[in-house]
C-alpha cells in the first residue's frame, strides 16, 4: 500500500447522507484516482486528476465529487445522489507515465 | 477505447503444479499492461507490468507473465504454486504514455485458489 492512506477503513451512510472519503499520499504523485468495486465487476473509475486544482469524470461520476485543493490530498464524496453506494472504494496516484499504486481501501455500507 | 478480459473467474490449480492467469486485450496503438494481486479487504498490489522490450517479463513473488502482440494477450504464470498465491488478480491496460490521459483499464478479475 506504499504512501497511500484512505480512511475510515469502514465508513456507513444514512440513507439522504453525504460521506466523504479520505485519500492522501506522500508520494509527490501528480496523478490521483478513485475507483469502486463491486463483486465480479472489477474496478470502475470514478474520477481522477492529473494536476492540483482539475479533476475530470471517470465511467460512472454520477452521485459522486471530488477536489484536489492539495496535491497530496484527493477527497471523495458520496452525495445522496448516489443510490447504490456500497462498495470498496480505492484510491490511487502515479507520477507521470508510471505504475499506478493503490491505497487499502474504504469499505461504504448503507445502514 | 481500450478494453480488458479475463475469461475465468475462477481458477483451482494444485499446490506445486504450474499456474495460468488469462488476460487478453484491446487497445489503439501499442500497450502498456499490468498485473495486480488483491487480498481479502485489501488494496491492489502491483506485481509486474510490461512495457517494451523482451515479451516475458518477470514481476514479484515468482510471477511472469508473457506479452503476445499477435494474440493480443498477457496471461500470468508461475512455475510451481503456492497456497498463499490465493487472492484475486486484475489484469490492466493503457496507452503508452500519453500524458494527461493515463486512464488504466482493468478486467474483472480472475479468483486464484491454490489446493492444498
Known amino acids: 500500500d506504499g504512501g497511500i492512506t484512505q480512511s475510515p477503513k469502514y465508513l456507513f451512510r444514512k440513507e439522504g447522507q453525504n460521506v466523504t472519503l479520505s485519500c492522501e499520499q506522500n508520494l509527490n504523485h501528480d496523478a490521483m484516482y478513485w475507483y469502486r468495486q463491486d463483486p465480479g465487476q472489477g474496478l470502475r473509475l470514478i474520477y481522477y486528476s492529473q494536476i492540483v486544482n482539475d479533476f475530470q469524470k471517470g465511467d460512472i461520476a454520477e452521485g459522486y465529487s471530488v477536489s484536489r485543493e492539495k496535491k497530496e490530498s484527493f477527497p471523495l464524496t458520496v452525495t445522496s445522489a448516489q443510490k447504490n453506494p456500497t462498495a470498496f472504494y480505492l484510491c490511487?496516484?502515479?507520477?507521470?507515465?508510471?505504475?499506478?499504486?493503490f491505497g487499502p481501501g474504504t469499505r461504504l455500507l448503507v445502514l | 477505447a481500450q478494453s480488458v478480459a479475463q475469461p475465468e473467474d475462477q481458477v483451482n490449480v494444485a499446490e506445486g503444479n504450474p499456474l495460468t492467469v488469462k488476460c487478453t486485450y484491446s487497445?489503439?496503438?501499442?500497450?502498456?499492461l499490468f498485473w495486480y494481486v488483491q487480498y481479502p479487504n485489501r488494496g491492489l498490489q502491483f506485481l509486474l507490468k510490461y512495457i517494451t522490450g523482451d515479451n516475458l517479463v518477470k514481476g514479484s513473488y515468482g510471477f511472469e507473465a508473457e506479452f503476445n502482440k499477435s494474440q493480443t494477450s498477457f496471461h500470468l504464470k508461475k512455475p510451481s504454486a503456492l497456497v498463499s498465491d490465493s487472492a484475486l488478480y486484475f489484469c490492466?491496460?493503457?496507452?503508452?504514455?500519453?500524458?494527461?490521459?493515463?486512464?488504466?483499464?482493468f478486467g474483472t478479475g480472475t479468483r486464484l485458489t491454490i489446493i492444498p
Open positions: 490492466a491496460v493503457r496507452k503508452r504514455p500519453n500524458f494527461g490521459n493515463e486512464k488504466l483499464t
Open positions: 490511487a496516484s502515479n507520477p507521470p507515465g508510471e505504475t499506478q499504486y
Open positions: 487497445v489503439s496503438g501499442n500497450p502498456y
